[in-house]
């Protein structure tokens, strides 16, 4: 599976972003994610879904505010990202494979290339 991530930029504290991910494979195949990494700390997890759409786990960072959806016909996923913060400032990275039960940066079997979202105070 390739990934494929856009709709980074830069936006002021309260904007909105969304962001979006175009698999080469199946994604229903694939409980799909996104995580985020600041330069000099670890990839943290941000949002997940299931196969299926009907299990959507959030950090609790961005509970609230980020919307993670999917659609398996068009091999997408994406993350509405609104109410942003500056400490919503990162790369994002898209990604495929994992265990529900224990989200780790370690346990993703497929990587997108990262999207930068800087967000502006």
């Known amino acids: 599976v390739q990934l494929q991530a856009c709709g980074g930029g830069s936006v002021e504290a309260g904007g909105s972003l969304r962001l979006s991910c175009a698999a080469s494979?199946?994604?229903?195949?694939?409980?799909m994610g996104w995580f985020r990494q600041v330069p000099g700390t670890e990839r943290e997890f941000v949002a997940a879904?299931?196969?299926?759409?009907?299990?959507?786990p959030y950090a609790d960072s961005v509970k609230g505010r980020f919307t993670i959806s999917r659609d398996n016909a068009k091999n997408t996923v994406s993350l509405q990202m609104n109410s942003l913060k500056p400490d919503d400032t990162a790369v994002y990275y898209c990604?495929?494979?994992?265990?529900?039960?224990?989200?780790?940066?370690?346990?993703?079997?497929?990587w997108g290339q990262g999207t930068q979202v800087t967000v502006s105070s």
């Open positions: 494979g199946r994604t229903s195949s694939y409980t």
């Open positions: 990604a495929a494979g994992m265990d529900l039960r224990n989200i780790v940066a370690t346990s993703v079997q497929y």
């Open positions: 879904i299931s196969r299926s759409g009907n299990i959507t």
